[in-house]
């Protein structure tokens, strides 16, 4: 993240750089939707915390954000540490990195839901997500992986029901998000899954929107096995 002074010099800059972004094979791709890169990538902490970001809000260390040089900001985007293959989604919220080597910066709470908060600089991929893809959920939660979407199932009044609300890297959030609906955690590989089962229709339908209104937007319904 970078001082007010740097936003300004590097926004002149971008408006005379061309409308595609190269990636790291030298081809050029859009700068959104389509942008995919890879590249290495510092985090910075507490030693900012309370400056100003390129959105206008005060930088937060514990937000799980990237500065990045041209996505929209508040767009979102799947940060992959390539050496592990753990993936979290993360907001952009500042411009950066001033390092030319770098791709991106991370704040402290992405790196830390990334797992590269233990070394200074990371080798990522950066892939940007369609616009409307906020999933707040799925950021606070530090998923691994964002969910696909599924087709909605038709509801028939006889049958029996099972919502899953979110999908997490982290046992603690995902048994918290359980307690909240009286719903229980499994894990699912390196994920941990949060379900309630044996609900009717329209029990599952209630729980789904209620989920979705508390920012798990990718909460769905599916058969009871």
Request: net charge positive; glycine share 8%.
């Amino acid at each position: 993240m970078r001082l007010r002074a740097e936003w300004i010099a590097l926004a002149v800059a971008l408006l005379a750089a061309p409308v595609a972004a190269a990636t790291t094979d030298g081809s050029a791709s859009p700068r959104y939707g389509g942008y995919d890169a890879t590249g290495r990538a510092s985090w910075y902490g507490h030693e900012l915390a309370g400056r100003r970001t390129a959105t206008g809000k005060q930088f937060d260390p514990d937000d799980v954000m990237i500065a990045h040089r041209t996505l929209p900001l508040e767009s979102m985007v799947e940060v992959t540490d390539v050496d592990t293959g753990r993936t979290i989604v993360a907001r952009v919220g500042d411009r950066g990195p001033g390092r030319g080597d770098r791709v991106a910066d991370l704040s402290l709470g992405a790196a830390r839901l990334l797992g590269t908060n233990k070394r200074s600089v990371a080798h990522i991929r950066l892939r940007a997500l369609s616009p409307g893809t906020d999933r707040p959920g799925l950021i606070l939660a530090g998923a691994t992986a964002v969910a696909p979407v599924v087709r909605p199932i038709a509801l028939d009044p006889r049958a029996q029901y099972r919502v899953q609300l979110a999908s997490f890297s982290s046992h603690p959030r995902a048994v918290a998000l359980a307690r909240r609906f009286d719903a229980h955690a499994t894990a699912a590989g390196r994920l941990w899954r949060v379900e309630r089962s044996g609900m009717s229709a329209e029990s599952a339908k209630a729980l789904r929107d209620a989920a979705v209104q508390a920012g798990y937007e990718d909460a769905r319904i599916l058969h009871q096995d």
